[in-house]
């Protein structure tokens, strides 16, 4: 059954990845985004985020509205700890995440035998169409935060994103 919710959605996704795949198996890519897939995990959940899909190396996350400032802690934490552990594995890709808040629909999507929980809308259109070179998140998103999380971010425009406070502008 579909339904339509207000809630923060964030993707993750790894630069330099097409050329990681180039260079490694198969079997090799296959074992990495195994345990890097149960990294993503560790961390959203605490903050009641849910994986809605992995598409290669790129996590398509959910988190309620009630939850939105512990998902943006939780999204910092995995671009940080991601990092390391590509970094601990001799991988030289590393994490651009966007977040956006609003109104989407969540439901099953697929084929008539092979539906999965799935989100769609503008809400998702937007997050997906964020620039970033490491962390962005709209205005709107922002505004779900706690004052002590905001002080983490700076504004950076244009188009108006927010980065954290430790990250260069770079356009």
Do not use: W
Request: proline share 5%; hydrophobic share 40%.
């Amino acid at each position: 059954m579909m339904s339509t919710i207000q809630g923060l959605v964030a993707c993750s996704d790894l630069t330099g990845y097409a050329k990681l795949s180039a260079k490694k198996s198969e079997e090799e890519i296959f074992h990495l985004l195994s345990d890097y897939y149960e990294l993503v995990g560790e961390i959203i959940a605490p903050a009641q985020g849910n994986v809605i899909k992995f598409m290669g190396d790129a996590a398509l996350m959910l988190f309620p509205e009630d939850a939105a400032d512990a998902g943006i802690r939780a999204l910092l934490l995995l671009q940080s700890r991601g990092d390391a552990f590509l970094s601990e594995r001799g991988v030289a890709c590393r994490h651009h995440i966007r977040a956006h808040f609003g109104s989407m629909c969540i439901g099953p999507l697929g084929t008539r035998d092979d539906k999965r929980r799935d989100v769609l809308g503008a809400t998702v259109n937007t997050m997906f169409m964020l620039k970033t070179t490491g962390f962005a998140m709209t205005p709107e998103a922002f505004r779900k935060l706690a004052p002590e999380t905001r002080k983490l971010f700076k504004k950076h425009t244009p188009p108006v994103v927010y980065i954290p406070t430790e990250q260069p502008h770079r356009d």
